[in-house]
Every structure is written in structure tokens, then in C-alpha cells.
């Protein structure tokens, strides 16, 4: 039989069809429960009497949680299982969101927050151990590929989801409806994730490459250094756009839920254009690690259009502005695991994505941290001023380190394909 027929024949269980959609439909809730707090920035900085800088650390906390346990809920997820910690994982971050509408201070929020950082860090790596149960090793990339636009809903929806409980039932119920649903993903999950075909052969191959072997990759150290350089913009994005369009365009909470849907929508359709126009350059007859990074260092020269945003005052140019810079981070944030997955076979590939998007997330915590303060002392034209010149210096480090290395073949059909944040 050739390959292609031997490829056609493969079975895949209806079940895993199922898996794949709840689990894409999870980070979609998990990016909901995440996005509550920076869409209501204006209303929580007011009922909790906090400021820029406390709200900063507010984002920290969570960032910081969630960078420290990626890496424990990789472990718990390879002793226990998928089906067992995920469970388990969203009864936690449900449970945090819960608690966040009930918050009564600053410091109750704030350990809600960081609460819900440390359970959503399993989401990505089960998400990983769950598909390779499920999905045959001919089907993989298949289905990594078919994620990605679900989870793309979680910041489109997120807006006026948020922005519609909180108008019509009040910002505690921002908090505990969606809490609520994720008790009942959580059993739907449950009773789903079991009886996966070829269990054993999965964890046996999650064993063939030591962390310590992973981490000598020189190349993965370069991409960690570019991440933790970028990373900070695509997060700040996140938790401080909401808040910009109120607090300096005077836009209400009914206009960010009707109007901010619209960046992450347009950045999830041009970073597919930017994913396909770095494979033409692998088709093309371009080596396939660096047309990632030719790619990379591209989008990258977008960076400075952030120094225009404080100098207009039109929601239009704004949204757009802000359009394109998310079209860059999602670039990056895709890209930058495409590569992983160039460096790494099958059977590390996870590990290592799990090392790159976790101290990805440090440099991010640690820029959101000052950021408040930034904010409150010198206003978001400072930042902007700042975040301009990120990814152009990322860029710079991927050179470094891959213009004067001549990378390996790609070694794995598949790739991780997981948008963090």
C-alpha cells in the first residue's frame, strides 16, 4: 500500500473529534475568565480604590502564577493524566473566577487572580498530552491546525461577553457566570477524556528525551531570549487595551463590548496570511528554520507604529493601530513554536514549547509589574514609547543566534500550535 493510501486509512475515533473541540473550547472559556479583569479595569480600579500601579501588579500576579506552574502542571499531567488534572485544573480557575466576583478587597482579588494564573498553566500541556492520546501520529498536525481558530474565539468573544454581564446584571456577574459554566465543562470533560486508544504507546514516547537534553539547544535559549524580550506586548495588549480606549478615548463599557472584538478578530485572519506566506518560503526552496525567522524579523519592523497610538485621538486609527500590532504578536507567538517544533522531535516538542511560552510569560510579568507604575507616573505614552522597539530587538536576537547557527532540519511533521495568554 503507498503512503498517501496508508495516510487515508487511519482511523480516527469520533470521540477525539470531541476531545479536540472541548478541550479548544475550554481555552476559550479560560481566556474569557482571564480577559474579565482587563475589560473591567475602569470599574474594578473604581470599586476596589486602586490605582495604575496596583492594577499593574494585579496583572502580575497572575502572569507570575502562571509562568511558576507551567511547568508543575506539565509534571502533575504526565503522572496523572489528562483526564484527571484537567478536570481538576478547571475546577480550580472556575472556581478562582467564582471567587473574584465575590472579592470584597484588593488583596482578596488579588490572590484570586494569581490563583486562576496557577490552574490555567495546565491548560496548553494537557491540552498537548490529550491529542496525543487521542489523534494518531498522521492526524496530529491536523488537529493542532483545526485548534487554532477555536481558541482564536476566546478574545474575540471575551469583549462583549464581559462587557455584556457586567452592563445587565453588574460586574460580579462578569465573574460568576462564566465561573458557573466551567463547572460544567469540567464534568463534560470528566466523562469524555477516557478510554483513549494507544495510551501507553503516548507516555512511552513523552519519555525518550531527558529535560536536561532539551535544555543544551542552543537554538531554543535564543528563542527564549527573543520571547521573553516580546512576550511583554502581546500580555500589556491584553490587559491594557480595554482600559486605554476608556480611560483616554472616553469610550464606555458598552462600546470596548461592542467595538474591541474587532482587533483579535483581525489579527487571528492576517497571522494565517503571515503563516502561509513563511511556508511559500519553505515551498520555494528556502531552509526551513530560517524562513520562520526571515518571517519573524518581518513582521517585527510593524513594532513602531505603537509611538502613533498616543498621538491620535480617532477609535478608528486606534483599533486599527491596534490591529496590527496584535497581527505581529500572534505572528510571533505561533511562529516561535512552528520553530520549536523545527528543533525538536515528536517526542520533546511539548517540553519544549512548555520551557519557551513559560519563561516567555517571566519577561512578561516582569514588564506588567512596572508597567502600572509607568502608567501612573508618566502616562501610556511612555509604555508605547517603550514597547515600539520590543520585537525589532527580539528580532536582533533570533539573528544572533540563528544567522550565524546553521540550524538542523526540521525533525517532526507536527507542530504546537498553542496561542498563550
Known amino acids: 500500500m503507498s503512503a498517501p493510501a496508508k495516510a487515508a486509512s487511519v482511523h480516527v475515533p469520533a470521540m477525539a473529534w470531541w476531545i479536540l473541540a472541548l478541550s479548544s473550547l475550554d481555552s476559550v472559556l479560560g481566556m474569557i475568565d482571564r480577559q474579565a479583569v482587563a475589560?473591567?479595569?475602569?470599574?474594578?480600579k473604581a470599586r476596589f480604590g486602586i490605582d495604575d500601579s496596583e492594577y499593574g501588579v494585579l496583572v502580575t500576579a497572575f502572569l507570575a502564577a502562571y509562568a511558576i506552574f507551567f511547568t508543575v502542571c506539565g509534571r502533575l499531567i504526565d503522572r496523572f493524566g489528562s483526564r484527571k488534572m484537567l478536570t481538576i485544573f478547571i475546577l480550580?480557575?472556575?472556581?478562582?473566577?467564582?471567587?473574584?466576583?465575590?472579592?470584597?478587597?484588593?488583596?482578596?482579588?488579588?490572590?484570586?487572580?494569581a490563583l486562576l494564573g496557577a490552574a490555567e498553566a495546565g491548560l496548553t500541556p494537557a491540552t498537548i498530552y490529550a491529542l496525543v492520546r487521542w489523534f494518531p501520529k498522521e492526524r496530529l498536525a491536523t488537529a493542532y491546525g483545526l485548534r487554532g481558530p477555536i481558541i482564536a474565539l476566546g478574545p474575540i468573544l471575551a469583549p462583549p461577553v464581559v462587557a455584556g454581564l457586567a452592563l445587565t446584571m453588574g460586574w460580579h456577574a462578569a465573574f460568576l457566570v462564566p465561573g458557573a459554566v466551567g463547572f460544567v465543562f469540567a464534568l463534560a470533560w470528566w466523562l469524555s477524556d477516557k478510554d483513549a486508544p494507544a495510551e501507553a504507546a503516548a507516555r512511552a514516547a513523552s519519555n525518550k528525551s531527558t529535560f536536561k537534553a532539551i535544555l543544551k539547544n542552543r537554538l531554543l535559549w535564543g528563542l527564549v531570549a527573543a520571547r521573553m524580550i516580546s512576550d511583554p506586548l502581546w500580555f500589556f495588549?491584553?490587559?491594557?487595551?480595554?482600559?486605554?480606549?476608556?480611560?483616554?478615548?472616553?469610550?464606555?463599557?458598552?462600546?470596548?463590548?461592542?467595538?474591541?472584538w474587532i482587533p483579535p478578530l483581525g489579527s487571528a485572519v492576517l497571522a494565517i496570511g503571515v503563516g502561509a506566506w513563511s511556508?511559500?518560503?519553505?515551498?520555494?526552496?528556502?531552509?526551513?528554520?530560517?524562513?520562520?525567522?526571515?518571517?519573524?524579523?518581518?513582521?517585527?519592523?510593524?513594532?513602531?507604529?505603537?509611538?502613533?497610538?498616543p498621538l491620535t485621538s480617532s477609535v478608528p486609527i486606534v483599533l486599527a493601530l491596534f490591529s496590527i500590532l496584535m497581527v505581529m504578536c500572534l505572528s510571533w507567538l505561533t511562529l516561535t513554536n512552528v520553530l520549536v517544533a523545527t528543533l525538536f522531535d515528536r517526542s520533546s516538542v511539548a517540553t519544549a514549547a512548555g520551557v519557551l511560552n513559560a519563561l516567555g510569560t517571566v519577561g512578561a510579568a516582569v514588564f506588567n509589574f512596572f508597567a502600572g507604575s509607568i502608567v501612573q507616573e508618566y502616562g501610556?505614552?511612555?509604555?508605547?514609547?517603550?514597547?515600539?522597539?520590543?520585537?525589532?530587538?527580539?528580532?536582533?536576537?533570533?539573528?544572533?543566534f540563528f544567522g550565524r547557527s546553521k540550524p538542523r532540519a526540521a525533525t517532526t511533521a507536527g507542530a504546537t500550535l498553542e496561542q498563550t495568554g
Do not use: N
Open 92 to 113: 480550580i480557575w472556575s472556581t478562582a473566577t467564582m471567587l473574584s466576583g465575590i472579592a470584597r478587597s484588593f488583596e482578596e482579588l488579588l490572590a484570586y487572580r
Open 39 to 44: 475589560i473591567l479595569k475602569t470599574t474594578l
Open 380 to 400: 501610556y505614552g511612555a509604555i508605547f514609547a517603550i514597547v515600539a522597539f520590543l520585537h525589532p530587538l527580539a528580532a536582533v536576537v533570533l539573528y544572533l
Open 279 to 309: 511556508d511559500r518560503m519553505v515551498r520555494a526552496g528556502k531552509e526551513v528554520t530560517l524562513s520562520r525567522v526571515y518571517a519573524l524579523q518581518a513582521v517585527a519592523c510593524l513594532a513602531p507604529l505603537a509611538l502613533l497610538i
Open 237 to 260: 495588549i491584553q490587559s491594557w487595551m480595554a482600559g486605554y480606549f476608556q480611560e483616554v478615548l472616553g469610550l464606555t463599557l458598552a462600546q470596548v463590548g461592542s467595538l474591541l
